[in-house]
């Protein structure tokens, strides 16, 4: 008899409860992490919520019952202090997002400017390798933890008409990054996982979605008929921050309405 056979139906509202568990949530202040750290907060989580507007951390912060840390991610020796300020506030991390993330310049690949190419891979890639490894710790000695890192659908396909060489290869090594982090801790129970977004509406992508021809751009390249927003993304996020997702770990997932299906 299949081991399986006689396994009760699971109670869905524990597979993502996160009631008692700590999260740091980076890029709080709109879009993605601002939507994942309400949804976090919403499941039970005390959240830690990391930007540069400290009004708006300041306010959100108020809004969920979490704590601000205000910090420029981009500027690698102040990331140091995120962690250990989140867990003096909230206690110990078990869950982080780094959702922060930026494409800094629009120059053709060709043209690219280096301090730019290096302070986009500062604020995506290396930035949540350091939060990564400050967190690691505490997840260790709690005996589980879960990493999300966002990333984009550029790191896994090139996107015709906006130019994003740096942007793209701080997104793909996200992913590289995901698998080696899952394997070498795996035997702490530390799950490590990208979500990687398709083109969605936010602050960041306001001027594409508002003009026709970037419309007409949008709708043309996602198979499905509606417009993707953060809440689309969020839903990813929450089940491998959770105890739905604790058996998957060193994964990219992609949410991105079809666009790299087509
Ligand atoms: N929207 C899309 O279509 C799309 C598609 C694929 C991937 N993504 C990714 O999704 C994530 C969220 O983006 P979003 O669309 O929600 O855009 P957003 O609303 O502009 O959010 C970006 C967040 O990153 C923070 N951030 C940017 N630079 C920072 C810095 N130097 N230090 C600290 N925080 C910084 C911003 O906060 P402050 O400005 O307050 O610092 C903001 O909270 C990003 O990683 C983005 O690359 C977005």
Redesign the pocket.
Known sequence: MPPDRDAPALDPAALFDLTGRVAIV?????????AVARTLAAAGARVAV????AD??AALAEEIGGTPVA?????LDGVHAVVPEAAAALGPPEILVN?????LTDAAAENEPLAAARRTVD??LL?PFLLAQAAFPHMRAIGRGAIVN?????GRVGVPGIPQAS?AAS?AGLSGLTAELAVQWARHAIRVNTV??????????EPLYASERGGAYLRRNTPLPME?G?RD?VGAVLWLAGDAGRYVTGQTIVVDGGWTAH
């Open positions: 980076t890029g709080a202040s709109s879009g993605l992490g601002a990391v930007a540069r507007r708006r951390l910090c420029d991610l981009a500027d959702a922060a993330g930026a494409r604020l995506n930035a966002v990333s984009s659908i550029s942007y997104k990687a977004p398709g083109f969605f509406r936010s602050e960041i992508t993707g953060a993304v």
